[in-house]
């Protein structure tokens, strides 16, 4: 594989889309795009990472990330080693830090992280040898799942700048928005983020986005709608009163995808709680792109694997 | 003969209104002259150059023992205080147990007293073990020893509770401490705004201090009770105690280095060193501080010197615990944030190191008047040094100065009498 454009990636660690450039970012997405060919081969692997190990470290649990980031690492031909909290040393007590070095004395080249606290990668990327690659940290960044959303964005609607997207649910908790925030700036589009004041810190107009509470008033200017997972386990904290509700002010149904854009991009990290954020008929329709995110994903990782191994100690 | 005779210094002495160059003598571990003294002495310190003080005095120290010795012992942080120029500190009682009875009272008055460095006066608790329910037995604490009561590291929650701990407290004369934050709006990890919202962290308000703040002004308004709100870190609260100032109620507080100089900025790179409780807060509130320090609303300076290990603190942001040290270097952080900004002149930083903190806790230190107890401090103001956390005497090395240049130093540090730090 040959990277494009003659762009130099010197980045040992992905820990957040805060730390990248912009070309830094358009490179991860032109790499994934080189990768995207691999999966439709009928041998389906590459010789990139042959002989190197990828630990996948899910503090936090995950199944389709997990997954993405395993067949990603697999896909390069790199022999991967799988923890869970459950039943691990963690549970037992062991430290992050603790657990990740005497990991990394087995010989590990690259961690791919999800862990449940904030800052946790930025915490270890200083203090271990081998790559940290961020799957996830508490509520603060997802890269990845930026990066698979803003190239699916890239190729839906060509380019990214100048587009306007609406990142609609828990702003407040979400990895998934921050990330989407910082990059979708990064490449010059507009965002605004819609929510109830409970789910959206005003606060979060510092990372240069715009807020509404109406999701109906947003809907005819924007090019696309990323609707968020609503965690039920929020439910209780008061943060809005019911799933009903929410669904009534915030949920994205045929009726009010009718008054978007004809080509609005409809999105979703998953899982999707069908009938909350979106009725089946649009997360089913022809609007939606939510299992091309999914399918972008493997591409994405597999390109934020390979560049993280080629960049110097 | 005296048996100390510091010479030639300029002797500050914010209780009696005195700044000039002059003696200080010293006998029998009291002061007895201050003026041009003649004569000999045991022991001489040329002092030209220096200012001379009353031994300065720190509210709030975590001394971690019973229960932490390995992050504080009284002895470390006793000699850490006399490192500082601190003659007095108060030990806080969120030990483990914490400081509740009598027992646990005299336990750190027998400790200090074989540590024979600065004076160690112990903090009881407000409520039976910090838990905010019941009150601790104030009367039995206060005749063992202890100087004031607070469930620091929490405020006393319930309303009805800190009522009666007012109403008990005002009869034994003894002020509480408190330490403001609302419960329900302090789960959290560093300062609310921008800086934690694009770290994905829980933030704590500025309005849960404010809140507990306001409420106790209310209850103070009907009682007799000496109030004293701790590591005050708000704009919104420096306002609040100006106006209750204003209005005649009898409160004190104190302001922390770290709230004088850090901004919830220092955060961003998720080192838990810079996590603390009350939090770093913004520029605004910083300057607020500093003008409330400035303009006497805030009466005292205190380092909330909060020892906590490298394990514990090489955890995530989000599981690590508050709390930074401070206590060495806290004379040049001061300086830095109130006397380099021209906000106080050294008289001023003086006062609320030494006769303010003191009558803070109603005790008669804090002076230099003759007859008074023999606790001096002697500063280089113009010494530059560097703020070096590995070599400490603190047990700890949470300190968040590491590498600052600072200008102002304690040279020595006389308790009763007696020399118990040189430099």
Redesign the interface.
Known sequence: MTAPRHFVWKRKHLVGL?ELTAGEIAHVLDTAESFREVSTRSIKKVPALRGKVVALLFFEDSTRTRMSFELAASRLSADTVLLTAKGSSVAKGE???DTVRNIEAMGVDIFVIR?G????P??LAGKVRGSIVNAG?????HPTQALLDIFTVRQRLGAVAGLKVAIVGDI??S?VA?SNIIGLRKLGAEVVVVGPPTLV?S??T??GCEISHSLDDVLGEVDVVNMLRIQFERFGSNLFPSVREYSRIYGLNAERLGRCRKDVLVMHPGPINRGVELTSEVADGPNSCILQQVTNGLAVRMAVLYLVSQAGP | MNDILIQNGRVIDPASGLDAVTDVAIAEGRIVEVGKVSGQAREVIDATGRIVCAGLIDIHVHCREPGHEEEETIATAAAAAVAGGFTTICAMPNTHPPLDDEAAIQYVIERAKDVRLARVLPVGCITKAREGKELAEMAMMRSAGAVAFSDDGDGVASTAVMYRALQYAGMLGVPLLQHCQDPDLGRGHLNSGAVAVRMGLAGIGPAGEQIMLRRDLALLERTQARYHVQHVSTAGSVRLLREAKAGGLAVTAEATPHHLLLTDAACAGYDPVYKVNPPLRSADDVEAVRAGVADGTIDCLASDHAPHSAEEKELEFGLAPFGMISLECALGLYAKALIDTKRLDWPGLIARMTVNPARAIGRDLGTLAPGAVADVTVIDPKRRWTVRAAKVASKSRNCPYDGWRLKGKPVATIVDGQIKYAA
């Open positions: 805060d430290t992050t830090l862990h606290q904030s800052g946790a930025h915490m940290d508490g509520q603060h960044e407040a908790h990895r921050r810190p606060a979060i510092a990372m």
